[in-house]
């Protein structure tokens, strides 16, 4: 797993730079690697009823295009199965950026107010492009990838919040990613099956210092799964929204290859 953000300003330092600072981020860096069991039984049961309720594993497989817009900072297009990616806004000094690149080879273009680049700054521009892929995406599909390699799942108990009854989930991670240290508890409803809410502790939080609560709220069907495309900060009420969501069956190739 890779790096989270605390305090809502952290992010990653050079994504933010570049790109445009998010209210809050959490990266994590296994996205594409296949689910397997975990070595706790009563957690693996939850993670798997969770994935059940969202659609199941087939539906979720055969989930190929994903759009959807980060807190309203930037638009991807994600191809699941070739690692296609096309992520566009404008950045926090005004320019607008088209980058289209490959998550698995690296490799791809990067258009600044419409001018092509290369040499240092295209090398910058495709680095940025795939944290923000690995961060922006975790905080849409995370309930997906709770079994992960890497991940170590725990159950952590029931919770009762406001009359509902939760199964807590714990996550670490062993060794991978650039924040190994980082922890997270996802919140099942214990009747809908679904993910209401996360916390993280990232392990650049001061000593005791308390996780950070976000609510996922809006669950609803695209294509053939379910996901939710509302964030609420649980401390102070603030939402951050996943816009422009969908899923396809198909897009045109020029998504993927057209600045």
Do not use: C
Request: hydrophobic share 40%; charged share 25%.
């Amino acid at each position: 797993m890779t790096k989270r953000v605390p305090k809502e300003t952290e992010m990653l330092r050079t994504v933010t730079r570049r790109l445009a600072k998010p209210a809050a981020a959490v990266l994590v860096g296994t996205l594409l690697l296949p689910a397997v069991a975990t070595a706790d039984p009563q957690a693996d049961a939850v993670a798997e009823r969770t994935l059940e309720a969202m659609g199941g594993r087939a539906a979720w497989e055969a989930t190929r295009f994903l759009r959807f817009n980060f807190f309203g900072l930037r638009l991807h297009h994600w191809d699941r199965y070739t690692g296609r990616h096309r992520l566009e806004g404008k950045s926090r000094e005004g320019v607008s950026y088209v980058v289209l690149h490959n998550i698995h080879t690296h490799e791809g273009q990067v258009w600044l107010d419409g001018e092509p680049q290369s040499g240092e700054k295209k090398a910058e521009w495709l680095d940025n492009a795939y944290k923000a892929w690995i961060n922006d995406t975790y905080w849409l599909i995370m309930p997906y990838k709770l079994r992960d390699p890497g991940v170590v799942l725990t159950y952590d108990g029931e919770e009762e919040i406001d009359g509902n009854v939760y199964d807590r989930l714990h996550l670490s991670f062993a060794g991978v990613g650039v924040t190994a240290g980082d922890e997270y508890w996802a919140y099942i409803h214990r009747e809908t099956g679904l993910m209401d809410r996360w916390a993280y502790r990232l392990e650049s939080y001061e000593e005791g210092q308390a996780a950070t609560h976000w609510q996922w709220l809006g669950w609803k069907k695209y294509g053939a799964v379910l996901l939710a495309d509302v964030r609420r900060k649980v401390d102070d009420g603030s939402e951050r929204t996943l816009s422009e969501t969908a899923v396809f069956d198909h897009l045109d190739d020029a998504v993927f290859t057209a600045p």
